[in-house]
Structure formats: structure tokens, C-alpha cells
């Protein structure tokens, strides 16, 4: 995948931690996602479209999440309700659309946040687009940044 | 000082709330969405509004635009993650008389709902 695409998302996670969690995040090395590979236990999910397509998921492990999401409310979240789910719309939210923002030249347009809950839980990007993780850290645990984009004249990719 | 708020997000709504109760103000509604809150502007008639861009139904530049046609002047601030300058430019073309980028510190927002305020006296 593109490095000018991949870079904005990793910047806003930067950004968003820090602003809104007061966060430090430790990025790993982006590696391609195998098609039927789980992602944690909880995944926030945006579509984009337009210049550049695809989906965008942040995905965290259920610790992580729980701590994620109390910092960023303010209160103590235990479990995995409405209220938890709503929060981690919230933060994919604003990844996909600060990253968006800084896609030079691109017109795009981002879809209404969707959250999964579930172990081992699959998302399925569609059979074209090659998904990369991007491993993250911080000091309420681990999450990653799933992107399955690509540029909308770009040709389709092979997932081998 | 009736302020509504405008996210389809409770969390960001609440976050908002919060600022806003940091800073004096209690006379707080919500709404989800535009539809939801075209149906509150009537009855709760608010001084200052919070709009959020990308919402279900209907979304803030298109509440915004139908509370400007119905030629409500009350103040706007647009909250979103819409930070493209060509969306700055069309939400103030739609009558937003400021603009807030999420994510954002407590500081910024109470800094922007003060100035438009300020803006809002002033005029």
C-alpha cells in the first residue's frame, strides 16, 4: 500500500491519543493482514469513498478498549455496552476524517461509524483491496489501525 | 443561555456538555441528528448551537442550511472531523460562524464558543 496513504492515519492516531487521551501511542511496522485473520475484540469501522476507497477499522483488544474508553469519557467503563461502542465509532471517526483531511489532491467522502464486538471476530475489506495492519501501543494496552484502501483508479490488488 | 448540541455521537455530546457546564452554562439540549434537532429548535430555542457534519438522516450542513432558511440567526459552531479547507469554506457559505476540528482540547472549544459569542454581542 501507498506510503502517502498509510502516513495520515498513523499522524491522527498520533494526534488524536494525544489531544483527546493524553496519550503517547508507539506505532509498530504496517504488515499485510491475511483476508481471514481476526482483529481484536472490538473494532470500530468507517468506510471511505471517492478518490481513495475502502474501509478503515481501529481495532483494540477488550482491556485496551474498556481503558481507552474511560479516558476518553471521563468515567469508568467496565464492559462492553452501547456507551463503549458509541465512543470507539467516535475515536475511528475522527481517524478516518483527520486522515482524510491530509490525503493531498483527494476528494473523498467518509461513511457513519459501525462497531463490532466479538473474539476472533473477522472483517471482511472485500476480495480487491489489500489490508494493512498497523500494530499500536499505548499505555492502556494494544490496538491496531486496519486499512483496506486503495486509490480509486489504482489497479485491483493481488491478496497472494 | 440555551445551547443545543448536535452529534449523533452520546460521547461526544457528553464531552461537549461537559465543557460547556465547566464553563457556566446549564441550559443544555441534545439532538442525534438534524431531524432531531429541526423538530427542538422550536420549542427550545437556542442561543449558541454545536453542529456536528457527518450525521444519519440528516446532516449538520444540511441543518444548517434549513435552520438558516427558516431565518433563525442564533450562532453556529460546526464541530466535526471535517477539516479539508473547502468544507470550512462551504460550511460558512451555509451560515456556520465558526469552526472546530476534532479532535479538539477543552481549551479550544471553550476558546471558539467564547469568541463567537463575543462575535455574536458585538454585531
Not at chain 1, 458509541?86 to 481517524?95: C, H, K, Q, S
Not at chain 2, 460521547?11 to 456538555?17: H, S
Request: aromatic residues 4%; hydrophobic residues 40%.
Amino acid at each position: 500500500m501507498d506510503e502517502t496513504i498509510i502516513a495520515p492515519f498513523i499522524k491522527t492516531t498520533h494526534h488524536l491519543f494525544a489531544t483527546m487521551l493524553q496519550l503517547e501511542v508507539r506505532v509498530g511496522q504496517p504488515a499485510q493482514k491475511e483476508a481471514d485473520a481476526p482483529s481484536y475484540d472490538v473494532s470500530g469501522i468507517i468506510s471511505i469513498a471517492g478518490d481513495v476507497v475502502g474501509s478503515i477499522v481501529l481495532s483494540f483488544r477488550e482491556e485496551t478498549a474498556t481503558r481507552v474508553v474511560s479516558l476518553f469519557t471521563g468515567s469508568e467503563v467496565n464492559e462492553l455496552n452501547d456507551d463503549l461502542c458509541d465512543a470507539i465509532g467516535e475515536l475511528v471517526n475522527m481517524v478516518a476524517g483527520g486522515a482524510k483531511a491530509q490525503l493531498q489532491g483527494k476528494n473523498c467522502s467518509i461513511s457513519t461509524p459501525s462497531v463490532i464486538i466479538g473474539s476472533n471476530h473477522v472483517v471482511h475489506t472485500g476480495g480487491d483491496v489489500v489490508c494493512v495492519s498497523i500494530p499500536c501501543d499505548c499505555d492502556c494496552g494494544e490496538f491496531a489501525i486496519e486499512l483496506a484502501v486503495k486509490t480509486a483508479d489504482a489497479p485491483a490488488a493481488s491478496a497472494a | 443561555m440555551r445551547i443545543l448540541l448536535i452529534d449523533d455521537s452520546k460521547t461526544m455530546r457528553n464531552i461537549q456538555r461537559s465543557i460547556l457546564t465547566q464553563m457556566g452554562h446549564t441550559e443544555i439540549e441534545e439532538a442525534c441528528d438534524g431531524l432531531d434537532a429541526l423538530s427542538k429548535v422550536g420549542g427550545f430555542k437556542p442561543d449558541l448551537l454545536l453542529v456536528d457534519w457527518n450525521m444519519p438522516n440528516m446532516d449538520g450542513l444540511s441543518f444548517v442550511k434549513e435552520y438558516r432558511g427558516q431565518g433563525n440567526k442564533s450562532p453556529i459552531i460546526m464541530v466535526t472531523t471535517e477539516a479539508e479547507k473547502s468544507r470550512v469554506i462551504e460550511a460558512i457559505k451555509a451560515g456556520v460562524n465558526n469552526y472546530v476540528v476534532k479532535p479538539f482540547t477543552p481549551d479550544v472549544l471553550s476558546q471558539r464558543i467564547e469568541e463567537t459569542l463575543a462575535r455574536t454581542a458585538a454585531a
